[in-house]
């Protein structure tokens, strides 16, 4: 490679454009239909284990008697079978990614079950 075009190569990087953007000063706008993060709502969910059988990593965990839902996002592939999975429409994916974590965590929702009716109340004539 000649010293002409060596100088003008080196230039034109001076001048252009960076080719990467300065995360986490500039994000990335999401993509559309990929697959970012899992979304749970713990109003819908009526806590069947469904997407827990369909997980292939074992990434969720769920607590029939006890009303608890967690997850493991580090396990997580992003498969979208617990999405599928779900009939109530409580696990939804987001295309925006999450912010990246210093540590290993897990997250978990716990949920009071809804009050039985007592069985003292006399029936209304």
Request: glycine share 8%; net charge positive.
């Amino acid at each position: 490679m000649g010293l002409g075009k060596l100088s003008f190569t080196a230039l034109k990087g001076v001048f252009s454009k960076p080719a990467t953007r300065r995360y986490p000063f500039e994000a990335r706008p999401p993509i559309a239909k990929s697959r970012g993060r899992i979304h749970f709502d713990d109003g819908k969910c009526t806590y069947c284990s469904l997407c827990e059988l369909k997980c292939p990593p074992d990434a969720i965990k769920v607590d029939r008697q006890g009303r608890v839902f967690a997850i493991d996002h580090l396990l997580c592939i992003l498969c979208g079978a617990c999405v599928e999975a779900c009939q109530k429409g409580s696990l939804s994916m987001d295309a925006k990614h999450g912010e990246p974590w210093t540590e290993k965590q897990k997250l978990s929702w716990h949920t009071e079950a809804p009050p039985k009716p007592s069985g003292d109340a006399a029936p209304k004539a």
